[in-house]
């Protein structure tokens, strides 16, 4: 706790980590069906879903259409989001800041 | 537990979007309190996390798994305002780039991973922070006991709109029952992550840490006490 690690620093390695989890470890996740869809399947409503309006976007399923090798399209696809994930959060942030310096109260 | 299109009526579906519409209208006024030109770039980065960790299911037993939300460690973080425009935003790259999480069910996912997780993340947060010591050791405890509960709350928010607009008759009690054990379960991870994450950061940067904000302005004073004796 006694040095201080730098913004930017900060900033890096957050990025990097993020690009590594959704770039990388993401082709380690679980394949199994998550808590809801398992509910689903269990109790018996899982056919009541349908396909998303988006189903045939070339990211659709974390899987870049075009890409056959299956680790590379993952990969691909969750660096992409992490990068659109970064330019629109980051800019959404920036635009509705507080523009005048932080005031005592909070 | 991104909920896709067709589970839930058209209704339902409706009066869900326009919580979440309602949501983030009041979240982008009051989101102006906790951003400032430090905490907008961190705000930006914690929404970019929540979608990459929300990548890594891990499994929960009998062939389920479960990802983190992240609706209380962004509530943590970069404070509830923000976590709600946070998870907002995440929902819907996830729901327009990588169809995942329904179009028309967006608002049900808006209103369950980014409204409800965050509001009992940080409440159960506040709570546990006015009623324990006063020290930084104990923000990521007290933000994985929010996360622990954001998730079995919200998977009996899911089952209440079950209840009221789902589109195939089943048996509630049986759906009541197993969300709330797998998603229990899901629970524990989802605090484990938010507690290493929150810890992690609190480690190398209390400062920017939103809920640990009135310990991060008192520390230097209490730093030159301890010098001073």
Redesign the interface.
């Known amino acids: ?1 006694s040095t ?2 730098s ?1 930017t620093r ?2 890096v390695v ?2 990097l ?3 590594l ?2 770039g990388v ?2 082709y380690y ?8 869809e ?3 399947e ?4 899982i ?9 045939d ?1 070339p ?4 899987q870049t259409s075009g890409i056959d090798d299956a680790r590379l399209s993952g990969g691909v ?2 660096v ?3 990068l ?3 330019l ?7 635009l ?3 523009r005048e ?2 005031d005592s109260r ?1 | ?7 839930l009526d058209a209704p339902t579906s409706v009066a869900t979007g326009v919580v979440a519409a309602a949501a983030i209208a009041v979240s ?1 006024r009051a ?11 961190m ?3 914690v ?3 929540v ?3 929300q ?6 037993g ?6 983190l939300m992240g609706g209380a460690l962004a509530a943590v973080l970069v404070g509830p305002w ?1 976590a709600v ?2 998870l907002s ?2 929902l819907l ?11 028309t069910a967006l608002g049900t996912n808006i209103t369950l991973i980014g409204i409800v997780t965050v509001a009992v993340g940080w409440a159960v947060f506040a709570l546990l922070r006015r009623v324990l010591p006063q020290r930084l050791s104990v923000v990521a405890p007290a933000a994985a006991a929010g996360a622990f509960l954001s998730v079995p709350v919200a ?1 009996l928010v ?1 089952t209440g709109l ?1 209840a009221v607009g ?3 008759p ?2 509630l009690g ?2 009541a029952v ?2 709330l054990g ?2 229990t ?2 629970g524990i991870g989802e605090a484990v992550v938010t507690g290493l994450v929150v810890a992690s950061v609190v ?4 400062d ?1 840490v939103h809920g640990a ?1 009135p310990l991060t302005a008192e520390r230097e004073l209490v730093t030159r006490e301890v010098e001073v004796a």
């Open positions: 706790m201080r690690t913004g900060f900033f957050a990025l980590v993020s690009l989890v959704a470890a993401s996740a679980s394949a199994h069906p998550d808590g809801l398992h509910v689903a269990q109790t018996g409503f056919d009541s879903a349908e396909d998303s309006a988006t189903a976007s990211l659709a399923d974390y696809a969750g992409i989001g992490v659109v994930m970064l629109l959060s980051t800019g959404l942030f920036w509705i800041r507080r310096p932080a909070d | 537990m991104h909920v896709p299109d067709g589970f982008l989101a102006r309190r906790e951003l400032d030109d430090r905490a907008a770039p705000a930006g980065l929404a970019t996390f979608f990459a960790a990548m890594i299911n891990f499994p929960v009998a062939g389920t798994s479960g990802h923000t425009l946070c935003v995440v790259v996830q729901g327009l780039l990588m169809a995942d999480g329904g179009i998977a899911f079950f789902g589109n195939a089943v048996d049986a759906v197993t969300m797998w998603h379960l899901i480690a190398t940067r209390p920017l904000r």
